[in-house]
């Protein structure tokens, strides 16, 4: 278990559906970020957390998109009542000390 | 607001010959890192590079090199004897005090056999 990881790596789902998207980051790291990926818009910092807080949620685009860590580890991203511009593939990063973030390999959301 | 640009959507290069991609960025903080991060297909994001900005001398990674301007705001990548797993998308990025990366809108690089 070396690396980042991410579930479920692709999601379809209808408009107007909740999904959730996890991220399971490097064991120690105390650092977790969110990041969106999208055609229009690139790569967007959504969220970040120390330890189980969330001193950044500047990037959440809306109160639709919320976000928990529990145990200083797991990560779930929850967007509710789906739109379609929220396609896009969401990345978790994780970070110990030095600033150097590690990547998952996303989870590509398609909204229908 | 900082702020990371990447003017250079698409470059080429031949197998085994030298490439530089460009960035640029704007911040007023003093202490902040930088990054380059090469994305393929694959979608996973791979940290080639990383500068310390308090450092003069330029990070070097094997065939990777950079060449960090602190006054010009400029932070370019060069790849030395491109091969061809070295073709993806290239994104330069930004941290400062706050820890969370500020992305430029990447460069996507072809490698010709």
């Known amino acids: 278990g070396a690396g980042v990881s991410q579930s479920p790596s692709n999601k379809v789902t209808e408009k107007g559906k909740d999904v959730e998207l996890r991220c399971d980051p490097i064991s120690g790291h105390t650092a977790l970020y969110w990041y969106r990926q999208s055609l229009g818009q690139g790569l967007e910092f959504l969220i970040y957390?120390?330890?189980?807080?969330?001193?950044?949620k500047s990037g959440l685009p809306s109160d639709r998109f919320s976000a928990e860590r529990t145990g200083g580890s797991v990560s779930t991203l929850t967007i509710q009542r789906t739109q379609q511009e929220d396609s896009a593939v969401y990345l978790c990063?994780?970070?110990?000390?030095?600033?150097?973030?590690?990547f998952g390999p996303g989870t590509r959301l398609t909204v229908l | 607001a900082q702020t990371v640009t990447q003017s250079q959507p698409e470059m080429s290069v031949q197998e085994a010959e030298t490439v530089t991609l460009s960035c640029t960025y704007d911040?007023?903080?003093?202490?902040?890192?930088l990054f380059w991060y090469k994305q393929p297909p694959s979608r996973q994001m791979i940290l080639v590079i990383r500068q310390e900005a308090y450092k003069q001398q330029n990070a070097t990674e094997n065939r990777f090199s950079v060449n960090f301007q602190k006054a010009a705001k400029s932070f370019s990548l060069k790849i030395s004897d491109s091969q061809l797993g070295d073709a993806a998308m290239y994104f330069c990025?930004?941290?400062?005090?706050?820890?969370?990366?500020?992305f430029g809108q990447g460069t996507t690089l072809q490698v010709k056999p």
């Open positions: 990063a994780s970070s110990s000390q030095n600033n150097e973030q590690f």
């Open positions: 911040t007023s903080e003093s202490d902040y890192y």
């Open positions: 990025a930004y941290t400062g005090n706050t820890g969370k990366l500020i």
């Open positions: 957390f120390q330890g189980n807080s969330a001193p950044d």
